[in-house]
């Protein structure tokens, strides 16, 4: 059975900062690309970031030079590390994981929310 696990959610003042950790088993975790989404009330969930099995990563322009992306394939775990958060950034936060040449994540959390207030 494959399980995506988040943590570290809460809530923070504009300005602070939290660590996401998604734990991730029942597959090869190093065989995959891994991606945290956001969804905000009212709207679509989007993609955050993205790191790929061979440590690739890509970020959403409204985070880039604030959250982090990385892996632990050690600890089957992927984090968020999220600076300078702001009131926007408020949403319920979504690991995915994706086999290396799919076009679609296949695996997905439950989510866990993030509340910055101003």
């Known amino acids: 059975q494959v399980q995506l696990v988040e943590s570290g959610g809460g809530l923070v003042q504009t300005g602070g900062s939290l660590r996401l950790s998604c734990v991730v088993s029942g597959i090869i975790f190093r065989h995959n690309d891994m991606g945290w989404y956001r969804q905000a009330p009212g709207k679509q969930r989007e993609l955050v970031a993205a790191?790929?099995?061979?440590?690739?990563?890509n970020y959403a322009d409204f985070v880039k030079g604030r959250f982090t992306i990385s892996r632990d394939n050690a600890k089957n775990t992927v984090y968020l590390q999220m600076n300078s958060l702001k009131p926007e950034d408020t949403a319920v936060y979504y690991c995915?994981?994706?086999?290396?040449?799919?076009?679609?994540?296949?695996?997905w959390g439950q989510g866990t929310q993030v509340t910055v207030s101003s």
């Open positions: 995915a994981a994706r086999r290396v040449g799919s076009l679609r994540y296949d695996y």
């Open positions: 790191i790929t099995s061979g440590r690739n990563t």
